[in-house]
């Protein structure tokens, strides 16, 4: 029997894991609750590793934020990641995702990403108040919200906050924008509830095509995100206590990890161990 051990902080809803459930419930059970093992993404590693350099890059003073320090950042923060993640070693291993790219090509498109960034915006005029700032709130009579900023400005005039988040892909057609904004909606409700102020400005900044799409919430938005976070976290306890999580077959179902276990391609998805919800959804 699968012993889970308790975890380090209350559980909590994040923008990912709800995008998951919204996405397919047997996803969501089976990366949050039954915490199946994924192998290493290419693009989610290009990602992080580019999140890391733009991290980094700030730790210098302006004017030494430069191209040449951004691409100099690469090979330093890519061994960090090989050093505390070393799945991604797998992506170029014989029949690995990247094999056949390489591993000199592969960090090559994650250069060409930063330089993307120095198009977009010019970092020795920023002074970003936070980098990888971690919010949480708690939602009355609803759940703990927490997620990652990666980046928050304030205005240094009026204290005014944009909360920027960069992306590695390419920006959604007007259709999917909507999908996007929940994710920044979601950090601009989180800090409303913790600071008492509405952001002016959401920011996405997409690496992948040079586009930045810019949003400036109201607070008729923001509680308009919360009654979706409200909705989702009742459809999670629906599905915990009545123990269905429905797969839902889509065009992601291909890129899937976890296709092998999942009823609507012919698996069986496993026992759910012992415990995992009410520790890992604080859900009894």
């Known amino acids: 029997m699968?012993?889970?051990?308790p975890p380090s902080r209350p559980p909590a809803l994040s923008p990912s894991r709800a995008s998951d459930f919204m996405q397919c419930p047997l996803l969501f059970r089976l990366r949050t609750v039954d915490r199946l093992p994924e192998p290493a993404s290419s693009a989610a590693t290009r990602g992080t590793l580019v999140h890391s350099v733009l991290e980094r890059l700030y730790d210098a003073p302006a004017g030494e934020r430069t191209p040449a320090a951004a691409q100099a950042l690469l090979p330093v923060e890519w061994e960090k990641l090989?050093?505390?993640?070393?799945?991604?070693?797998?992506?170029?291993a014989p029949g690995g995702e990247a094999a056949a790219e390489g591993v000199d090509n592969w960090l090559d498109g994650a250069g060409r990403l930063v330089s993307t960034y120095f198009t977009l915006e010019d970092p020795n005029r920023l002074e970003p108040a936070e980098r990888e700032l971690k919010v949480e709130t708690q939602l009355e009579d609803g759940p703990l919200l927490r997620g990652i900023v990666d980046r928050l400005d304030v205005k240094p005039d009026d204290g005014a906050l944009?909360?920027?988040?960069?992306?590695?892909?390419r920006a959604p057609?007007?259709?999917?924008?909507?999908?996007v904004l929940f994710q920044l909606r979601f950090y601009g409700l989180v800090l409303w509830r913790e600071r008492g102020v509405v952001p002016r400005m959401l920011?996405?900044?997409?690496?992948?095509?040079g586009q930045i799409l810019r949003a400036e919430p109201t607070p008729e938005q923001l509680e308009g995100a919360e009654r979706k976070v409200r909705w989702v976290w009742s459809e999670i306890e629906k599905a915990a206590r009545g123990g269905v999580w429905e797969p839902r077959p889509g065009k992601l179902c291909d890129w899937c990890a976890h296709r092998s276990v999942c009823p609507a391609f012919?698996?069986?998805?496993?026992q759910i161990p012992e415990g995992a919800v009410e520790l890992r959804l604080g859900i009894v």
């Open 173 to 179: 057609s007007p259709r999917f924008e909507g999908k």
């Open 203 to 209: 920011q996405l900044v997409y690496l992948g095509d």
């Open 82 to 92: 090989r050093e505390t993640d070393p799945r991604v070693n797998e992506l170029f």
């Open 162 to 169: 944009r909360v920027v988040d960069y992306k590695t892909g």
């Open 266 to 270: 012919g698996g069986t998805a496993p």
């Open 2 to 5: 699968t012993v889970i051990a």
